[in-house]
Structure formats: structure tokens, C-alpha cells
């Protein structure tokens, strides 16, 4: 008799997601602006991870390139996207500002967009890996929680849908393929907002 027992998977919907608030997003910003020579690309990237809730491998693979305007907008052409088609996503214009200022600062023309500005491997593009090691010593120097760059994909889905945007707006612009990944934002905050716990009184 097999006595192996399955382990029942939690719900997505229950899964905990972690992010941050518009007042701590706020302050990692402020303090990327204190990293020495890294401070412009730190926080132009921060910035845009929030704002393109992107993947720090679809950051990673970013191009000068990329960027381009469409009619009267910007988006951010993802080659290398989860969903294994080439895929875009619209950046706002201030965001693009962040980015000009970046590539002016270091004298990015052309190629990878965001370079390594250690002595090691000065200018050679950025990992994924080193992406994720930046959020987090960004964010303890903030003396924010232990976050990683998925945490600020969160983050920007979580301030578009606080600040009015439709679920199908959000699945759209995370590139969620299924929905219920993008409806785990919204039971997350309904079961903050008005939880049992609020109602006992000692």
C-alpha cells in the first residue's frame, strides 16, 4: 500500500504576494539616489521594473533598441517575454526621462541598457542575478522588507489597481496569461481590507 500522501497545493488566489507601498516605493527611490556612481542607472531601473511590472530577466535583456516610440506613446519591445512571443508593453514618458538621463550619464548609445558599473566587469550588461542583488541592497539600505525584484513586478501591479485600474488592464500590461494569476492582487487586498480580525475586541 502506497503510503506516500499528496500534500494539497495552495490556491493561487491564497498565495501571499509581497510589495510595496506607494509611501515605500517612495523611499527606495529616494535612497537608489545615494549609490554612489550606480545611483542613475539604480534608480532609472528601479523605476522601470515598477512601472513595466517587468521580469528581471525581461530587464536584463533589454537593448537600447527596444525603446521606441509607437504613434503618439513609448513601449518596451520584450524579445525575450515569459510567454515565448515577442511581446510590448507601454512606458510612460517620464519613465523614458529616467531612462534618457541613464543612458546620457554613462554614454549608452547603443546595446545593452543597463551595464555593470563595478571595477570587475565595468560596462558589461547587467545579469538578472545582479538585478535582483541591487532591489534587495536597495531595500534593506532603505530599511525596507527582504524583497527581491519580483517584489516591485508586485508592486506595479498592485499601485495601478489601488489607483483605479481595471483588472483587465493589469493582466494586459503584466502579461498575465490567465487572469486568476492577475485576480490574486485583488482577493489579497479584499482579504486585508476587511478581515474577521478587525472585529475582535478584547
Not at 21 to 38: F, H, N, S
Not at 78 to 91: N, R, S
Not at 94 to 122: C, F, K, P, Q
Amino acid at each position: 500500500k502506497n503510503l506516500v500522501r499528496r500534500v494539497r497545493t495552495a490556491r493561487r488566489k491564497d498565495r501571499m504576494i509581497t510589495y510595496l507601498t506607494q509611501q515605500q516605493t517612495r523611499k527606495i527611490l529616494r535612497v537608489a539616489d545615494d549609490a554612489g556612481e550606480a545611483a542613475v542607472r539604480d534608480r532609472a531601473l528601479i523605476t522601470t521594473l515598477i512601472h513595466c511590472v517587468l521580469r528581471r530577466s525581461e530587464a536584463a535583456a533589454m537593448d537600447v533598441r527596444h525603446i521606441r516610440p509607437l504613434g503618439h506613446y513609448w513601449v518596451l519591445d520584450l524579445p525575450q517575454a515569459k510567454g515565448g512571443t515577442d511581446q510590448y508593453v507601454k512606458i510612460p514618458a517620464r519613465v523614458v526621462e529616467s531612462i534618457d538621463r541613464m543612458r546620457s550619464h554613462y554614454g549608452i548609445r547603443e546595446g545593452a541598457l543597463w551595464r555593470s558599473t563595478s571595477n570587475r566587469n565595468r560596462g558589461d550588461r547587467i545579469t538578472g542575478d545582479a538585478i535582483y542583488k541591487m532591489v534587495r541592497r536597495t531595500a534593506e539600505r532603505a530599511g525596507l522588507p527582504d524583497i527581491g525584484a519580483h517584489a516591485l513586478r508586485h508592486t506595479g501591479c498592485t499601485l495601478a489597481i489601488e489607483s483605479g485600474a481595471s483588472i483587465q488592464q493589469v493582466q494586459t500590461h503584466a502579461r498575465h496569461k490567465d487572469i486568476d494569476t492577475t485576480m490574486t492582487y485583488i482577493h489579497q487586498r479584499d482579504k486585508l481590507r476587511d478581515s474577521a480580525a478587525d472585529h475582535i475586541h478584547l
